[in-house]
């Protein structure tokens, strides 16, 4: 059973910038594949970003790529999200997702059995 524990969230003012973290436990970490997804007020859960749990390919939403930086540290189990350049339309809750080694679909959050409870970003003047 893997757990994930997300913080970093908050109120940001647009153009601010912020790091989500996800913290896993019960399971090897490098052993799985990571992702994070996001859901709007009123609108469906969607893919931002997934690094595998081997390769160097990463993965991005079209919509966040140059704003947006996932990577890992295995060391302390440890994923992040790096968001730049934040927009009103970023405020979301922001989910890590996992699941051991490869997904077939990377971006689907079908392909993930673990999940964590969210993290709140809100970006507003």
């Known amino acids: 059973q893997v757990q994930l524990v997300e913080s970093g969230g908050g109120l940001v003012h647009p153009g601010g910038s912020v790091r989500l973290s996800c913290a896993a436990s019960?399971?090897?970490?490098?052993?799985?594949?990571m992702a994070w997804f996001r859901q709007a007020p009123g609108k469906e859960r969607e893919f931002v970003a997934a690094?595998?749990?081997?390769?160097?390919?990463?993965y991005y939403d079209d919509s966040v790529k140059g704003r947006f930086t996932i990577s890992r540290d295995n060391a302390k189990n440890t994923v992040y999200l790096q968001i730049n350049s934040l927009r009103p339309e970023d405020t979301a809750v922001y989910y890590c997702?996992?699941?051991?080694?490869?997904?077939?679909?990377?971006?689907?959050?079908?392909?993930?059995?673990?999940w964590g409870q969210g993290t709140q970003v809100t970006v507003s003047s």
């Open positions: 997702a996992a699941e051991f080694y490869s997904a077939v679909n990377i971006r689907a959050g079908t392909e993930y059995d673990y």
């Open positions: 019960g399971w090897t970490f490098s052993n799985l594949t």
């Open positions: 690094i595998p749990w081997i390769g160097r390919t990463i």
